[in-house]
T-cell receptor, first 116, second 107 residues
Framework: KAGVTQTPRYLIKTRGQQVTLSCSPI?????VSWYQQTPGQGLQFLFE???????NKGNFPGRFSGRQFSNSRSEMNVSTLELGDSALYLC???????????????FGAGSRLTVL | AQRVTQPEKLLSVFKGAPVELKCNYS??????LFWYVQYSRQRLQLLLR??SRESIKGFTADLNKGETSFHLKKPFAQEEDSAMYYC?????????FGTGTRLTVIP
């Protein structure tokens, strides 16, 4: 079956612009979570969506937002881009919500954002 | 607070030598620990989790609650083990990752 699909794979933006990234989970997976990956900070949790509802949010400013559609596809948006937002943004899906005993995630290939 | 510490950013070992990637955690509840791996040009993927108590690709990891550790071990490293390894801690509704250790196995 198809894996987690993220688009676009690469994009370049300038400071102040906004960006929207898309994630299509594995068929049947209802939870989608987003992570920011940087060499210095590793993987940092952004947020998780389940049944179109944001369940949890990491320690990121309000410029980072997301949503989930009825087909479980998810988008994340970053407004007023800053240089420090340059990173690989990973999306992961799972059958159920992230919780103890059910934390096995399947990751996408990521969207690499470069902010100039 | 939840925290995962991987003290080594880089680790190099010779092929055939034992390897241990360290992971320490901080969590007030009952922890659920994982190791995820990212091979070159591949996606991040689950390697193993402590509740399964299994050996994957020769790797094992034992949860030590007394030392709050979940170190990843393999008795004989192979070149194909070269990758980025992340330790992860599952909480009530989140999954915290460490900063990762890049393992290089020298032929």
């Amino acid at each position: 079956k198809a894996g987690v699909t993220q688009t676009p794979r690469y994009l370049i933006k300038t400071r102040g612009q906004q960006v929207t990234l898309s994630c299509s989970p594995i068929s049947g997976h209802r939870s989608v979570s987003w992570y920011q990956q940087t060499p210095g900070q590793g993987l940092q949790f952004l947020f998780e969506y389940f049944s179109e509802t944001q369940r949890n949010k990491g320690n990121f400013p309000g410029r980072f937002s997301g949503r989930q559609f009825s087909n479980s596809r998810s988008e994340m948006n970053v407004s007023t881009l800053e240089l420090g937002d340059s990173a690989l943004y990973l999306c992961a899906s799972s059958l159920g919500v992230i919780r103890s005993g059910a934390n096995v995630l399947t990751f996408g290939a990521g969207s690499r954002l470069t902010v100039l | 607070a939840q925290r995962v510490t991987q003290p080594e950013k880089l680790l190099s070992v010779f092929k055939g030598a034992p390897v241990e990637l360290k992971c320490n955690y901080s969590y007030s509840g009952s922890p659920e620990l994982f190791w995820y791996v990212q091979y070159s040009r591949q996606r991040l993927q689950l390697l193993l989790r402590h509740i399964s108590r299994e050996s994957i690709k020769g790797f094992t990891a034992d949860l030590n609650k007394g030392e709050t550790s979940f170190h990843l071990k393999k008795p004989f490293a192979q070149e194909e083990d070269s990758a980025m390894y992340y330790c992860a801690l599952g909480g009530a509704n989140n999954l915290f990752f460490g900063t990762g250790t890049r393992l290089t196995v020298i032929p």
